[in-house]
């Protein structure tokens, strides 16, 4: 699909990109294996999309010549006929793969969670779960590979591992998908067999998408005092990094009466990224808007003091804040933070529109080291024979932060070490 639309990715931009944003502390090459076999697992999918009649869209938006933080143009997206309307389908791959692995002869066992891993010296030979009817002893033909997910709904966890989430963890903001399945069953099972963790702490997946998600950043953002607190003309993990220095780990966005002038000014100045750009149809922006409104969770007013009064923000420090900033718009410099100039917007000209806009955490996309064929390392870096992970329960693919560069890349990489995996262990 890239190639049909002349879309291509530089790998060796990509995966600078990849280490910095990681701090140069993830595994290279793991990162070179995600880039060289991600094609071939994508176009496995792209087949089976075909072959189910859904259609597959490649993401194409301003953040691909973003100044502020490129992303690029290789995120795939598949959508399914679903009540009579063609729609993003996050559960067609699983059930495709499901129904493939059925129909070679593959029995799918549910409601019983591994508990344990079960070992013939230090080789893991199988698991024990856990049923309706008491336990169950399941035997390896070949490997035990973990896919469990994350520790994200675990708090003891994020609390020892990635304690930067842990607040939202606490406060029931963590909004992965399903909510409750990822409890890190399987970086408990790993290390009680003697499994290798990381450098600490786990990289986080912290998306500014709690409440409204838009948050473009030329516009000013303020707390719950009403005060400006960073530049936020910078990317997605940035803001949101911010926010959650915050009270309530939230702030509130805000708009005026042109701001969608302005925005379209700062994508052609070279913003974008998660929740900046997508908002080029205004009708759709405002009906989106509107919906906050609704929800309580947006508000507009015909004055500064009236949006602070709705928003329960100190009218009078609100004033000073915003009229500080948009002297600086008029001024051309922000003396509070360098925001760039071309993404200094102001809001100035009613009605305005405050959105409140918090931190969330979608996953903790790190756990145990693994080799480039996904086995399990011991912690004198040995191999744990027997055992496999793949997905947010295998490490060392990220560190630091979450690369954005490659938009989606944590589900990517959930099915490109899936499909490598599953040809190593077929061979």
């Known amino acids: 699909m890239m190639e049909q639309q002349d879309s291509t990715v530089d790998k060796a931009f990509a995966q600078e990109e990849w280490n910095r944003t990681c701090g140069n502390r993830a595994n290279e090459k793991l990162v070179t294996k995600f880039m060289d076999a991600s094609p071939d697992a994508i176009n496995w999918v792209l087949d089976k999309a075909d072959a189910n009649g859904a259609l597959t869209v490649l993401s194409g938006n301003h953040a691909i010549k973003s100044k502020t933080y490129p992303e690029a143009q290789c995120a795939h997206m598949v959508l399914s006929m679903i009540d009579g309307v063609m729609q993003p389908d996050i559960n067609a791959v699983g059930n495709w793969m499901r129904a493939d692995a059925e129909a070679r002869g593959t029995e799918f066992i549910f409601s019983s969670p591994a508990v344990q891993l079960v070992q013939d010296g230090a080789k893991v030979v199988g698991a024990i779960c856990e049923t309706e009817e008491g336990y169950v002893r399941y035997s390896a033909s070949k490997a035990v590979v973990l896919a469990t997910g994350d520790i994200g709904g675990n708090l003891d966890m994020v609390e020892a591992y990635a304690p930067i989430a842990a607040p939202l963890v606490e406060n029931g903001r963590n909004i992965y998908f399903p909510i409750g399945a990822n409890t890190g069953d399987g970086l408990k099972m790993g290390l009680w067999v003697g499994a290798q963790l990381p450098n600490l ?64 000014e700062s994508l052609e100045a070279g913003g974008g990224g998660v929740f900046w750009d997508g908002f080029e149809d205004k009708d759709a922006a405002m009906g989106q808007i509107q919906g906050y409104i609704d929800s309580k969770i947006a508000w507009q007013a015909d004055t500064l003091e009236d949006l602070a009064t709705a928003m329960d923000v100190d009218p009078a420090t609100f004033r000073g804040t915003m009229d500080r900033y948009n002297g600086f718009c008029a001024a051309g410099e922000d003396a509070d933070f360098r925001k760039p100039v071309e993404q200094l917007k102001p809001a100035k000209d009613g009605p305005f529109i405050g959105l409140k806009v918090g931190a969330s955490l979608l996953t903790v996309p790190g756990s145990l080291k693994v080799n480039v064929d996904s086995q399990v390392l011991n912690k004198d870096g040995g191999v744990i024979e027997g055992l496999y992970a793949v997905g947010n329960v295998q490490g060392e693919l990220f560190a630091n932060d979450y690369p954005l560069y490659i938009v989606g890349c944590s589900h990517g990489r959930c099915m490109t070490f899936g499909y490598e995996l599953g040809k190593y262990l077929k061979a």
Not at 206 to 235: D, K, L, T
Request: include cysteine; aromatic fraction near 18%.
């Open 201 to 264: 702490p786990l990289p986080t997946m912290m998306h500014p998408q709690q409440y409204c998600q838009m948050s473009p950043g030329c516009f000013p953002a303020v707390n719950y005092e009403g005060e400006r607190f960073f530049n936020e003309g910078i990317w997605m993990q940035g803001r949101t990094l911010n926010i959650m220095k915050q009270t309530d780990y939230s702030c509130y966005w805000i708009l005026d009466s042109n701001w969608h002038d302005y925005y379209l």
